[in-house]
């Protein structure tokens, strides 16, 4: 169940179907089919940039050399798809927005738009039809008598080339289609990779248990009237005494007495972290008898103290000797 799950969210057999069918496309180009996409995306491109140039143009109408070109890329286009073949093997997965030519429907080559036309299935054409537009009609405007284009009108020559500039990105569906299921595949492995961390840090969470210290009162034994005035007190340290020669300390109340196993203190981050030693951790169920559990003589910026689970109220950390301090957190488990 589990990899199929996975298989579903990594889109692993539509992305192999998807790979199979670009390849079988790409294959067609022994037969020149690629080669006639290319130059019917750079009509395309030719047609757009006469219909909607960067540059004045000479004088004259552009309707009819629209048209003109965009019968001669159509050409391509359906050339194209008349060499091709469907692709891959049976329950292979086909692009919805795909229609593939049935190999028995593949004609030869032909300069005969009328007899190219006629060969194509429906299907193929029909999905390139401009919205409110008619196929027949744009037979009709596409594979007409030479000479034809010159009385052709601007809305007509437009519709043209929105029909081929539908052809073009459907006979492009393959590739996009695997770009969309590498998208999906990125994604899938984006939110198994979080639900992951989430796990772990659930399955932490529960096995440190929570905060003991959060939302308790906390006591300190002087309070450095500049810490409104400064940053660095302001969500970044968790207190800060006045310099004290009389051991400064920090006292939490769990408010009921705990089985505390761990305490981890993160020291002052930007500087001053030799202010922090020797530091003395203190427990007390009365908050007049105090007994001395750990003491840190050297410097540092976090440390986990882990001890035989124990029960006290009152926890007091407490630096032996004359300092100031301050400390960003201190978390009790």
Known sequence: ML????????????????????????????????????????????????????????AGDRAPIILMLTREAVFQVLSAQATATAPGEGGDVVAPDVVVPDPAAAVPVTRDLASLWDATPEAVLGEAVPDGGSLSTLRALLVGTAGSEMSVRAEDAAAARAFLERLLWNADAPRRRVERLLVRRFVGLVAIAVVAGLLVLGVRALTLGTNLAAGKPMRTSSSWPGCPSDPMCDGILLFHTNPENDHPWVEFDLLTSQTVKRIDVINRQDCCKDRTVPLVVEFSQDR??????????????????????????????????????????????
Not at 14 to 28: D, E, G, I, Y
Not at 317 to 326: D, Q
């Open 3 to 58: 990899g199929k799950m996975l298989d579903a969210l990594l889109a692993r057999d539509a992305l192999a179907a998807a790979r199979r069918q670009l390849a079988a496309q790409a294959a067609t180009d022994e037969g020149g089919a690629g080669t006639r996409l290319q130059q019917a995306r750079l009509l395309g491109e030719i047609i757009r940039r006469i219909a909607d140039p960067s540059q004045p143009l000479p």
């Open 288 to 333: 007049v008898h105090w007994t001395e559990i750990a003491r840190r003589i050297e410097e540092f910026s976090e440390w986990t103290l882990k001890i035989a689970p124990r029960k006290t109220r009152y926890v007091r950390l407490r630096i032996a000797r004359p300092s100031t301090f301050h400390l960003k957190d201190v978390v009790i488990r």
